[in-house]
């Protein structure tokens, strides 16, 4: 069993900054390819960016390339992500994710492909 646990979301003023970590129980998390998904009220689950368990992969959604940044210290079981240059359009809960049989370069893209999943930190840009 997995258990992933959120912290990091709050209420930032548009470019603002925010870092999410998400801390991971399991003595294999190092083999755990990670995702970060959003969920906006009303909207389906969409991905973020994920990073490969090997940590040589990361991938982005168009809508935060540039922006967001995803990193993992497998010593302390945890990933970050990193959010630069927050849009009100970024306003969501944030939900990081763990696939527990991928590659060491392969991201899930699908949130039907991760394993486990936190509870959710929210995150609140303001106009």
């Known amino acids: 069993q997995v258990q992933l646990v959120e912290s990091g979301g709050g209420l930032v003023q548009t470019g603002g900054s925010l870092r999410l970590s998400c801390a991971a129980s399991g003595r294999t998390f190092s083999r755990y390819a990670m995702g970060w998904f959003r969920q906006a009220p009303g909207r389906e689950r969409e991905f973020v960016g994920g990073?490969?368990?090997?940590?040589?992969?990361?991938d982005y959604a168009h809508s935060v390339k540039g922006r967001f940044t995803i990193s993992r210290d497998n010593a302390k079981n945890t990933v970050y992500l990193q959010m630069n240059s927050l849009k009100p359009e970024d306003t969501s809960v944030y939900y990081c994710a763990a696939e527990t049989s991928s590659s060491a370069y392969d991201i899930p893209l699908r949130a039907g492909a991760y394993d486990y999943w936190g509870q959710g930190t929210l995150v609140t840009v303001s106009s």
């Open positions: 990073i490969s368990w090997s940590g040589r992969s990361t």
